[in-house]
């Protein structure tokens, strides 16, 4: 099971999750998000994921407010491997984004009704949120079921170590991402529920 914990801000975060057996860990750079780094503090925390996760580790800049283009330039001037477009971003932007970044991730709920084939839009790969994006809610995992999802996409919204083995049954991801559900308060990520997280994500998977 491939692991991704998200909004990250420290080193000791970051390394409790690389520790934990994290396959990626991901930055936030939303304006308005309570997990947004600026520049320089984002260089930090790719800096330490480097040092300590190796080759084959992946480190995501998460955005859902930028123009796609910038996006890209941002991911390759601070040194992310894969660039994540959460929201409402089209086929064209992933394309635009692609010619910059080698590899590019598209985020989307089912509130938006998308097209939830894998690659569908030109991703790399894709990931499932809740209807209420970085809300941390439990959301109806039977939705999933038509769908007949195939491929490399992720599972999001509502996770947290209790949780997620059993979500992991249901829908039959081939990831899953946690942020607000390791969190003791919005931004603060509580070591121990990252750690217990992976560990559980990865003995279901």
């Keep these: 099971m491939y692991v991704k914990v998200c ?6 975060a ?4 690389i520790d934990a057996g994290a396959d990626a860990i991901g930055v936030v750079m939303n304006d308005t998000s309570p997990r947004a780094l600026y520049e320089d503090e984002a260089s930090l925390i790719v800096e330490a994921a480097r040092e300590s996760g190796g080759l084959g580790l992946d480190i995501v800049l998460v955005v859902n407010d930028k123009p796609a283009a910038e996006a ?3 991911a390759v ?20 984004a692609s010619k910059i970044v080698d590899r590019v991730w598209r985020a989307t709920s089912l509130a938006h009704d998308p097209d939830a084939a894998v690659g569908a839009f030109g ?32 599972l999001a919204g509502g996770l947290n170590p209790d949780n997620v083995a059993d979500a992991i049954a249901q829908a039959h991801p081939w990831g899953v991402d946690v942020s ?26």
């Design 7 to 12: 909004g990250l801000k420290t080193i000791d």
């Design 14 to 17: 970051v390394d409790a999750a």
């Design 72 to 74: 890209a330039k941002l």
């Design 77 to 96: 001037d601070l040194g992310f491997d894969v660039l994540q477009l959460h929201g409402e971003y089209t086929a064209g932007d992933i394309a635009v």
């Design 123 to 154: 991703e790399e790969r894709l990931l499932l949120d809740a209807p209420r994006p970085g809300s941390g809610e439990r959301w109806d995992l039977s939705t999933l079921a038509d769908r007949k999802l195939v491929g490399e996409w992720l």
């Design 180 to 205: 607000s559900g390791v969190e003791s308060a919005p931004g603060v990520k509580d070591l121990d529920a990252v750690r217990n997280f992976v560990l559980a994500a990865k003995n279901a998977g």
